[in-house]
């Protein structure tokens, strides 16, 4: 059974930084396009970064500089370590990962940017 695991979401001021992880269990981790998607109220999912198999990093222009994805294959997890982080940052954020056909998502971390 996949099962994708996010921790690390919270409460951090406007300039603040957070890290999320992104355990994963039940997949071959390291053929696996891993992503991070997020979702404000109101508003439709969208990506802020992915990271390949083989490492290539993409970004949304919008975190740009600030963000930052990595992936340890060993133990099977993704990080996003996010900073400068602003208001507009606020989502729950989701872990994704994806190889040809086969999609799994996690249940999703808050992240509340507000002072």
């Known amino acids: 059974q996949v099962q994708l695991v996010e921790s690390g979401g919270g409460k951090v001021q406007p300039g603040g930084s957070l890290r999320l992880s992104c355990a994963a269990s039940?997949?071959?981790?390291?053929?696996?396009?891993m992503g991070w998607y997020r979702q404000a109220p109101g508003k439709e999912r969208e990506l802020v970064a992915f990271?390949?198999?083989?490492?290539?990093?993409i970004y949304a222009d919008s975190v740009k500089g600030r963000f930052t994805i990595s992936r340890d294959n060993a133990n099977n997890t993704v990080y996003l370590q996010m900073a400068s982080l602003k208001p507009e940052d606020t989502a729950v954020y989701y872990c994704?990962?994806?190889?040809?056909?086969?999609?799994?998502w996690g249940q999703g971390t808050q992240v509340t940017v507000s002072s």
């Open positions: 990271i390949t198999s083989g490492g290539t990093a």
């Open positions: 994704k990962a994806n190889q040809r056909t086969r999609i799994y």
């Open positions: 039940g997949v071959i981790f390291n053929i696996y396009t």
